[in-house]
């Protein structure tokens, strides 16, 4: 049905009916109101009970009228599955106001306007949904009280429910945007978020080939595809492209996976000289790298006496290095560890012979030189500050001093020591002296010392506590 015909098929089903035909009023003849005059007299005779008022005359019932049709009806947003309508109040809603709206829509080549909400709704928006796709559709919007139902407010052409076609687009994780790197063994699961409509395919190579179902899984979802490999190999190793395909329209993505594990062993170390205290080792690359660059060497010695091993140099850059400070009239077997991002290699390059390290005639003879005096008598390098504070509420007074041998620290309270007392707590820590003074009173204001005493000397600082009441 066309879309004009439709509109005018819904407004004619809302025109108000026309008006019945006025009732004639019939005059009767004077003959017979004179024969019905003595009746009517009759009547009138009849004593009649006196009229008592009965208060103040009720109030005028408001009409229930039904609201004028909402205006400025129109689509907000359209899908393959949904449509979103809006609109405003109506300008008159009665005198019993509103109660709500009611939404109906007709599809195209039907006669029935079904029903989009059945109770009415106070918004003056409304999502319509379960729609199929391609549908055509009128809809109108009816404003609802208790005096009836407006006239239907109704979109001035059909609605075309059409499927939203998007760009597909791949979201490729910031982990993948540089070569993700996995040890040999582990379990790589990627998951890789995409977009688009309608629904996109999914496609993934690996160097430009079909992966292999063997050793690679792949889910795929309508938001998401994941990337899946259980045990990890180095074969595994190359170049991953996702392609997302919707229609005409695609989208790709590709990234790196660098599956590694631990080096072999350097090869043919060897020592290079031994002198002094000093032994100079070379040695080679390994012939296996672990598929990862070679970070460094890690070299170690051992006595052969002992026979335990020790590290003495770790990260080592180049193939040769030269191992110090080692004790006069011992041997050392040395062993060369190759690292790459896997870690250690399993095996070491160990040299065969080992390096005797010559006594030699020279007789330390170590410098003289006078022991410094640091005894030193007390001496407050910072004061004690005044200090006011308020009635229970805790406070502390602090000092530092210097001394050698260290000094004892006495705390006093007006020229008295201050003993074992719960409500004080003195502490001394690296020449930092504290003294907490525990919810004081007025009673406990005064002049407070901090006296240090050592064998040179004595020193001492006080200052004033004063403790307030408040108002």
């Not at 108000?16 to 003849?29: G, I, L, R």
């Not at 399993?346 to 390096?355: I, R």
């Not at 805790?394 to 000092?399: A, E, G, N, P």
Request: hydrophobic share 35%; aromatic share 8%.
């Amino acid at each position: 049905m066309p879309t004009k015909a439709l509109i005018q098929k819904a407004l004619d089903k809302n025109l108000p009916a026309k008006p019945a035909k006025e009732t004639e009023t019939v005059v009767p003849a004077p003959e017979a109101a004179a024969e019905k005059a003595p009746v009517e007299a009759a009547t009138l005779v009849e004593p009649q009970a006196p009229v008592t008022a009965l208060g103040p005359p009720e109030p005028e019932v408001p009409m229930e009228e039904p609201p004028s049709l909402p205006l400025n009806l129109s689509v907000q947003e359209v899908s393959d599955t949904f449509v979103t309508l809006k609109w405003k109040a109506p300008e008159e809603v009665g005198a019993v106001g509103l109660d709500g709206y009611l939404l109906e829509y007709l599809m195209e080549g039907k006669d029935t306007w079904l029903s989009a909400n059945p109770e009415p709704i106070l918004t003056t928006h409304y999502k319509i949904q379960g729609l199929t796709t391609g549908d055509k559709m009128l809809v109108r919007v009816k404003a609802t009280n208790r005096g009836g139902v407006s006239n239907p407010a109704v979109l001035n052409q059909a609605i075309q429910l059409r499927e939203i076609v998007g760009h597909p687009k791949i979201r490729l994780p910031h982990n993948l945007r540089e070569t993700f790197v996995c040890v040999v063994g582990e379990i790589i699961n990627l998951l890789i978020p995409f977009q688009g409509k309608p629904q996109p395919q999914v496609s993934w190579s690996k160097n430009g080939q079909p992966l292999d179902p063997k050793r690679v899984s792949v889910r795929n979802s309508d938001k998401d595809t994941i990337l899946f490999i259980r045990n990890s190999e180095r074969k595994d190793s190359g170049k991953y492209e996702l392609t997302v395909q919707a229609d005409s329209l695609q989208d790709k993505a590709a990234f790196e996976i660098h599956v590694i594990e631990k080096p072999g062993p350097p090869q043919s170390i060897k020592m290079v000289d031994v002198w002094g205290f000093n032994v100079a080792l070379e040695w080679t690359p390994p012939k296996d790298d672990g598929n990862s660059d070679i970070t460094g060497y890690t070299v170690q010695k051992s006595d052969k006496k002992t026979g335990e091993w020790f590290t003495v140099l770790e990260h080592n850059h180049s193939t040769n290095c030269t191992v110090s400070d080692l004790v006069m009239g011992n041997s050392y077997y040395f062993r060369v560890f190759a690292e790459n991002k896997g870690g250690l290699s399993e095996k070491a390059a160990a040299t065969e012979d080992c390096a005797f390290i010559k006594k030699t005639g020279n007789v330390y003879k170590p410098p003289e030189f006078s022991e410094h005096d640091f005894s030193e008598a007390p001496k407050f390098t910072h004061a004690l500050n005044d200090r006011t504070t308020t009635t229970g509420y805790s406070t502390k007074l602090f000092c530092s001093v210097r001394g050698t041998p260290k000094p004892k620290i006495v705390w006093m309270k007006n020229q008295m020591e201050i003993r074992e007392d719960p409500k004080y707590r003195a502490l001394t820590n690296q020449g930092i002296c504290s003294l907490e003074i525990r919810k004081p009173c007025p009673f406990d204001g005064g002049v407070y010392t901090c006296k240090a005493v050592n064998s040179l000397g004595e020193a001492s600082v006080d200052c004033r506590l004063d403790v307030t009441v408040p108002q």
